[in-house]
């Protein structure tokens, strides 16, 4: 049985942990920059023959933040072998320590500007081996997003699709490694709505934290979470003292 709930159930779980002082975004972090990893080292990009190239769509939510002190990790340990991260800032605004953290520890800064042209698109995402959706995390509707993060999905959606139209989650050695950060940004995290077109980045994974979204597992958004990992933040006695919005055998 997986339990789900909804965005504000996990973000009244999180409030004492908050009101503490815990680290409950560096937790979240460190748990996605793992999965990365596990990622890259059960993909192909050894065979290209230099480390791998990590590209980091950041909104301005918490996921943001996530996605960016992930990125300070994986920088640390990239670089140095000859990869890279590059943080592309999508929105208004931008998770700033985060960020500082990133470029701190190497990370590249890129406009949004060119990810939203799909010709540049095409010829820059072969340079990557993992994309890291931190666009919009759990303040989503389903409403669909809006300005340049639409206009970055709209750009990146033919190059992470395969040439037969099937989702990203399908696997493609052609193209990078989709990963959602919390939840693939454009769902509806509540009821698992799409927008109006379905414009989303279909993720071959989901990094979720704390406990499952209700949105990752009823369609038609948990059609493109792909396989989704749940990393403990320690939530777990706040959600055990709630009812869960849905729960899955």
Not at 88 to 104: I, M
Not at 158 to 163: E, G, Q
Not at 171 to 176: D, K, L, T, V
Request: charged residues 20%; hydrophobic residues 45%; aromatic residues 2%.
């Amino acid at each position: 049985m997986v339990e789900a709930w909804t965005a504000a159930q996990i973000r009244e779980a999180e409030r004492p942990h908050l009101e503490a002082g815990e680290a409950l975004m560096q937790r979240a972090a460190d748990g996605l920059a793992d999965v990365v990893r596990d990622l890259l080292r059960a993909s192909s990009v050894s065979r290209h023959g230099r480390s791998a190239r990590v590209l980091l769509l950041a909104g301005g939510g918490n996921n943001g933040g996530d996605a960016l002190y992930a990125g300070e990790s994986l920088a640390r340990e990239l670089l140095p072998r000859g990869g890279a991260v590059t943080v592309v800032p999508v929105g208004n605004r931008v998770h700033e320590a985060g960020l500082a953290a990133a470029l701190a520890a190497g990370a590249t800064l890129d406009g949004a500007g060119p990810w939203c042209d799909p010709a540049a698109v095409a010829a820059r995402l072969p340079e990557y081996d993992v994309v890291l959706d931190g666009l919009v995390g759990t303040g989503s509707s389903g409403v669909g997003l809006r300005g340049d993060a639409l206009r970055v999905v709209k750009a990146l959606l033919p190059a992470v699709t395969d040439a037969a139209g099937a989702a990203a989650g399908t696997s493609a050695a052609s193209r990078p490694i989709v990963v959602a950060v919390d939840v693939p940004s454009g769902i509806g995290v509540d009821d698992g709505a799409l927008p109006d077109p379905p414009l989303v980045l279909p993720a071959d994974v989901t990094v979720t934290f704390g406990g499952h979204k209700v949105g990752l597992l009823v369609g038609p958004g948990s059609g493109l979470a792909g396989g989704v990992v749940l990393v403990d933040i320690g939530l777990g006695p706040e959600l055990a003292r709630m009812t869960p919005a849905f729960s899955s055998p």
